[in-house]
């Protein structure tokens, strides 16, 4: 809704969709195979930060991502045991063959590692499911290492957008609103720019949110303090 006569995102966001949208981008990421061109990590991210803002529930949110990683990954997993090498001819996958050796090599080097640390980053997050399933891994052995990773990147990617909400708060109220956003703006472009450059370096805006969120909360906390 509106906020000191100005439209606040955060706030006019019905808790519903919000929810909807980042535990769906999540779900789908892996089990449908929109995390190569949708940035599921990036939504969780700004979930955090309007949990950070009351208009979302923080606990909700952490078993809300933990879940749809979950059981997007394991349909994932399925959706490849079952179709296998047509998975891998799929339009999504097509532009990015070489990547998809790269992970097909990693997953049988690796094996349930790989499922984890697949976790971290966006492109793998979203294919080592549907290889994992297409290469027969047993589920049990996929569902372990799925489940570790899933826990510990949802509630991290969660938990980082949530205090970099908080730093926001805290600029807001030390220094106002005006000065608050300003500032928002000032380190977001910059931060912004440099992941632009990352990106042309071969990464993806998703793999940076780690990063990012961290940075956020440096530079706030400092205008801070």
Known sequence: G???????????????VAYGCVGGLVWGGAA????VVLPGGTAVWLGGVMAARHHLSLSVLLVLVVAAA???DSVGYEVG??????????????????????AQRFLRERGGGAVFLGRF?????AVIPGLAGASQMP??????????????????????????????????????????VFTAVL?????????????RRGGTADDQ???????????VLRFAA
């Open 139 to 180: 589920y049990r052995k996929f569902l372990l290492f799925n489940a570790i990773g899933a826990a510990i990147w949802g509630s991290g990617a969660v938990l980082l957008g949530y205090f970099a909400g908080n730093s926001y708060a805290r600029v807001e109220k030390t220094l106002g609103r005006g000065t608050a």
């Open 81 to 102: 045991k079952i179709f296998g090498p047509r998975l891998l001819a799929s339009r999504p996958l097509h532009k990015h063959q070489s990547k998809v050796a790269g």
């Open 209 to 219: 949110v780690w990063v990012t969120a961290a940075q956020v909360r440096a530079v």
């Open 2 to 16: 509106r906020r000191g006569g100005g439209w606040d995102w955060r706030r006019g966001v019905p808790g519903r």
């Open 32 to 35: 449908v195979g929109i995390g």
């Open 121 to 125: 980053t966006a492109f793998l997050r």
């Open 187 to 199: 380190v977001l472009g910059v931060l912004g720019a440099v992941l632009v450059a990352r990106h």
């Open 70 to 72: 979950i059981v997007g």
